[in-house]
């Protein structure tokens, strides 16, 4: 009987990584040293934003993404954080409006110019107030306007309605630190992985947990859906150490369909899906290669297509929207590399070789826009919906209307599901204990002040009186 190697032909199997020219990188970048497992970078069709490394608070820089070259020392800032910036994620129906979260147990919402800043931003157009200590993860919902996710060190996770600036509903079922979050393609679930090994889907307006998984074998770092197959990935380790990848039916987290080991090295494995292409990238944080898979949904499920290669590791990993690809070159992916050594940020382009000039629908099929599909307070009622899907034939130079509109606010703070949020919250280590000592003692002295001045006030009113009944005397 002869041997006849597995062959499947796919169109990308010949897709390959092109690193930008120098003269389309970013350099002079003062990447953040910060060893929070994040990317520190993200990306939109109008700008590139950068966490950086700073003293005294926390900031990132906001560049026009046609703005190459060299950056100035003292180009402007956003920087109103008191603690280092975590994360940071664009609107994706508004390329001027991003989020970022601190270690100030903040999140806050920044308004961009449209041409880039010209001076250091410190006034966010909201300040969320809601986590008892540092947040680390935030997620725009992938349908709706105003929508906003935030996961903090207090293991709950808060919904922002930026509409009226308040969180509307805490998931409160994680015993340790939530790692990751990943929504299907309308939103309806969540996927979260967390520091007490478990993998967890999640009906965010419920709170209610779907499916859990606590799988020996494989210990989870980070989880993404994909699409609209009902599965999952996860990226983590396994009981020997090695660097793995396991898929999953998102209805029944009791097994794994397949697992994977990549490689004995230890960093991160970061998880990119492309729905459209139906392709998977890997990438390792301190490692400088990208691998990619193709996903099907009969066996082998995941196929290898190939390894890009680079000797510079990476800190973190951006990704380019669809609408934001050179669709001229076939390019199906983007990723801005962050090469910390040298302060530089590198555009990978992931590109399928075509011959033919002409526009390539069979790669290029419908994709989520930048319109949203729900309102704030429809998908909070219990509305599910597909995104507005847009061809990068037409679509993709056509200007968003959306405009992003903050509520005035007069409380830092939150009641959800009938909890003061900010309320007795006991602190879990020294340092906290110090600065909520601190902060009563400012309370009590401001408090004190306010009373002398009343006193003030109350003995010049009784005085009043008898002045005016002396005069008239």
Known sequence: MSWRPTYRSSKFRNVYGKVANREHCFEGIPVTKNVHDNH???????????????????????????????????????CGHHGNVLDIKWNPFHDNIIASCSEDSSVRIWEIPDGGLRRNLTESVLELYGHSRRVGLIEWHPTTSGILFSAGYDYKILIWNLEIGEPVKMIDCHTDVILCMSFNTEGSLLATSCKDKKLRVIEPRSGKVLQEANFKNHKVNRVVFLGNMKRLLTTGVSRWNTRQIALWDQEDLSI????????????????????????LYLAGKGDGNIRYYEITLEKPYLQYLMEFRSPA?????????????????????????????KGLIEPVSMIVPRRSETYQEDIYPMTPGTEPALSADEWLSGINRGPVLMSLKEGYNRPNKLVFKAPVKEKKGGVVNGIDLLENVPPRTENELLRMFFKQQEELRRLKDELTQKDIKIRQLELEPQESKRLSL
């Not at 970078?41 to 590139?48: E, G, I, M, T």
């Not at 990993?317 to 983007?334: Q, S």
């Open 40 to 78: 520190f970078c993200a990306v939109n069709a109008k700008f590139l934003a950068i966490v950086t490394e700073s003293a005294g608070g926390g900031s990132f820089v906001v560049i026009p993404v046609t703005q190459f070259g060299r950056i100035d020392p003292h180009y402007p800032k956003v």
């Open 256 to 279: 794994p369909i397949i697992e994977e080991e990549i490689d004995g090295l230890s960093g991160l494995l970061f998880p990119f899906y492309d729905a459209d292409t139906r392709m």
């Open 313 to 341: 590791p990476q800190k973190g990993l951006g990704v380019m929207p669809k609408h934001g690809l050179d669709v001229g070159a076939c390019e199906v992916f983007r990723f801005y590399k962050l090469v910390t050594l």
